[in-house]
């Protein structure tokens, strides 16, 4: 069936299920299209509201967006490569890292002991030290620097005295007199 309108025709596809919407509703009259005619009849129609819901007309899409999508999806030698080789590197970052890591523990703990060996070392230094000095007789080591060996003290006039102008050290310009 075709309807014209101004100046556009247009052809209705579902004529015949149209003329049989009209003469069931029992007037031409109020029908639009699109709407559901009224129906004079001694029985009610089961309308399947679940499978209206379910059969929601689908969008169509358009020629580009399915091309899209279709590259999206197909993945061609190279792009599996390239993915192989950014896993690879990825992997071997990751690996790398992890060794770095393990090294730092070790060093830390290596660090440590050797700190503590360290310390062991400095405390048994010092308990030597002490032990040798408590056992050192100044008295008996200046009767043998005097009596056996003939050391005598300074007399005034080797004693020769410096200054010291706030420098780490001092620089020897001539021999020290005898």
Not at 8 to 36: E, F, H, L, P
Not at 66 to 78: E, F, Q, S, T
Not at 84 to 110: C, D, H, P, R
Not at 119 to 145: F, G, M, P, Q, V
Request: hydrophobic residues 35%; charged residues 25%; glycine residues 6%.
């Amino acid at each position: 069936m075709a309807e014209v309108r101004g100046n556009t025709v247009r052809i209705n596809r579902n004529t015949n299920r149209t003329n049989r919407n009209r003469t069931k509703a029992g007037r031409n009259s109020g029908y639009k299209r699109g709407s559901q005619p009224y129906v004079y009849d001694n029985t009610a129609r089961k309308l399947n509201v679940q499978k209206a819901i379910e059969e929601k007309p689908k969008k169509r899409l358009s020629v580009a967006t399915r091309k899209n999508r279709d590259k999206a999806v197909y993945m061609n030698l190279g792009y599996v490569l390239f993915l192989a080789a950014a896993m690879f590197i990825t992997s071997m970052v990751l690996i790398n890292y992890i060794q770095l890591q393990s090294q730092i523990t070790n060093n830390v703990e290596q660090i440590s002991r050797l700190e503590s060996k360290l310390n062991d070392l400095k405390l048994s230094n010092d308990e030597e030290y002490s032990r040798i000095t408590s056992n050192i007789d100044l008295e008996e080591i200046k009767r043998i620097a005097i009596g056996e060996l003939g050391m005598t003290y300074a007399s005034e006039g080797q004693i020769i005295s410096y200054t010291n102008e706030g420098s780490d050290y001092v620089k020897q310009f001539a021999d020290i007199p005898e």
